[in-house]
């Protein structure tokens, strides 16, 4: 079956300016996780959501950052106001709910602030 | 406060022989571990997983092994192959709340014929 889907898979765009990241989570999986890779770092984690229930956002970096899961299903990550700190890659994961379960990846959006 | 290291940046094998990754963390409250393996401009794919009630876990080969007493956990690939050239992850969480994935800087395999 189709995997995560993100979109753009690259967006290079000026500092000041706003941006929004699209994901297509697998079908079926309620739980949809952001997390970002800046250069030569790991993932980190930046928010979840699971069903109806109040994203965790304890991981966005700032008030610059939110995040919104329609229908629970696509979920779309906006930064406004960019910063070049904010260049990295920005991966969405989804997965089923229940313990323990694996999370499965998009190929990320590479965001460049100039 | 780094919780998952993999304090390896890079390791280099020969083609055939065992490629072993090692990780390590600090938060005891992990209870659930994971590799996932990544080539460039893919997202992570996920590789295998163990629970904190088990001390390895084996799939065709791959195996992990966790020691808990050490907060260590490491992955063996046996018989490396040049497909296995990647960069990877540890990652590790908790169970409840979000079970958000904490990842390891991660280690570039470089499996040479």
């Known amino acids: 079956g189709a995997g995560v889907s993100q979109s753009p898979s690259n967006k290079v765009t000026e500092k000041g300016k706003d941006v929004e990241l699209r994901c297509d989570p697998i079908s079926g999986h309620t739980a949809l996780y952001w997390y970002r890779q800046s250069l030569g770092q790991g993932l980190e984690f930046l928010i979840y959501f699971q069903g109806n229930s109040a994203p965790d956002k304890s991981g966005l970096p700032s008030d610059r950052f939110s995040a919104e899961r329609t229908g629970g299903s696509v979920s779309t990550l906006t930064i406004q106001r960019t910063q070049q700190e904010d260049s990295a890659v920005y991966l969405c994961?989804?997965?089923?709910?229940?313990?323990?379960?694996?999370?499965?990846f998009g190929p990320g959006t590479r965001l460049t602030v100039t | 406060d780094q919780q998952v290291k993999q304090n390896s940046p890079s390791l280099s094998v020969q083609e055939g022989r065992i490629s072993i990754l090692n990780c390590d963390y600090t938060n005891s409250m992990f209870d659930y571990f994971l590799w996932y393996k990544k080539y460039p401009a893919e997202g992570p794919t996920f590789l295998i997983s163990i629970s904190s009630i088990k001390d390895k876990n084996e799939d065709g080969r791959f195996t992990v092994f966790l020691n808990k007493s050490a907060k260590h956990l490491s992955l063996h690939i046996v018989p490396s192959q040049p497909g296995d050239s990647a960069v990877y992850f540890c990652?590790?969480?908790?169970?409840?709340?979000?079970?958000?994935?904490?990842f390891g800087k991660g280690t570039k395999l470089t499996v040479n014929p």
């Open positions: 994961a989804s997965s089923l709910v229940g313990w323990p379960t694996e999370q499965y």
């Open positions: 990652a590790a969480s908790v169970q409840g709340g979000s079970e958000k994935l904490v």
